[in-house]
């Protein structure tokens, strides 16, 4: 089982209807607070559970692995170091406890991300020509790649098109012009069938916990699996885990009778893939 341990910024706390790290429980039962869903939910769940397995002597055959990493939502480099030192390679199969609503994830998008910085030369609003304007450069970059980008028109079928986004931008006095671009992060797509008899196992479980048929899909994000996969060892991986569309958002929140479900799913796929009942 693999959890991020890292979060994202909280934002504005003025717009949290709870303080971001107050961890309140509403009267519906949703935890609130940033990382309930991506993915602290998830890290307790499987934390929990093989804790619980241990209190009960399990399991009898095979070992159950916790992997936490550290910067998945930003340079990937707790999974990308786990990976090159070997924590993987004996793996059997793989589960992310991402928060997909206890939904399926086979497969996911890789990820490039890269950094655009643009120098300015400074001059006064007044006499904009006796200088270079670092911001409107920024802009002519941006359309320039959003347009060669709207190039790539390959859709797959499971993740849909090429997603382009501008996510940071920092502003600061700096002379002299010129345009740079900086690769911060590369991350493989995840390959996955939804034939493969982990996924189709790990569905059946989950059915059975939530007591409702699940959807097997794509995910359009990125997850550490992008790193897992230059492991030495040859494993399927699936995403599973409680939350909600809220990760990255104002008031992310957790349904914890959801989460409490999560448990005891990672418990039953444990103990039945150990035993061969898969």
């Given amino acids: 089982f ?9 934002g504005d706390p003025q717009k949290w209807d709870h303080a971001p790290f107050s961890g309140d429980i509403t009267d519906d039962f949703k935890m609130v607070g940033r990382g309930a869903s991506d993915m602290k939910a998830g890290l307790a769940a499987m934390v929990i559970a093989a804790l619980e397995l241990l209190d009960q002597g399990e ?9 936490c990493t550290i910067a998945e939502e930003s340079t990937m480099v707790g999974s990308e170091q786990l990976t090159k030192e070997g924590y993987l390679d004996d793996l059997d199969a793989l589960v992310i406890c991402e928060g997909s609503g ?27 020509e006796m200088g270079v304007n670092a911001i409107e450069n920024l802009m002519t970059f941006w ?17 849909g098109n090429l997603l382009h986004n ?7 006095q700096q002379p002299g012009f010129v345009l740079e671009l900086e690769y911060l992060l590369v991350g493989d797509a995840l390959p996955g069938d939804q034939n493969v008899d982990f996924v189709q196992f790990v569905k059946r479980e989950t059915e059975a916990e939530v007591g409702h048929e699940v959807t097997l899909s794509g995910d359009k994000g990125t997850t550490d699996g992008s790193k897992f996969i230059d492991s030495k060892g040859d494993f399927p991986m699936v995403i599973v885990g409680p939350g909600s569309n809220t990760a990255h958002q104002v008031n992310e929140y957790v349904d914890l009778n959801q989460y409490l479900k999560a448990i005891e799913l990672y418990k039953n796929i444990s103990l039945k893939f150990l035993e061969g009942d898969n």
């Fill in 2 to 10: 693999a959890c991020h341990m890292d979060v994202v910024a909280t």
């Fill in 59 to 67: 399991p009898q055959h095979g070992q159950i692995k916790l992997i």
């Fill in 102 to 128: 206890l939904d399926i994830s086979y497969t996911h998008n890789g990820d490039i991300d890269y950094r655009v910085t643009s120098h300015g030369k400074a001059a006064h609003s007044a006499s904009p």
């Fill in 143 to 159: 359309h320039t790649a959003k347009a060669e980008l709207a190039k790539f028109d390959e859709t797959d079928a499971v993740l």
């Fill in 166 to 172: 501008v996510t940071v931008i920092t502003l600061y």
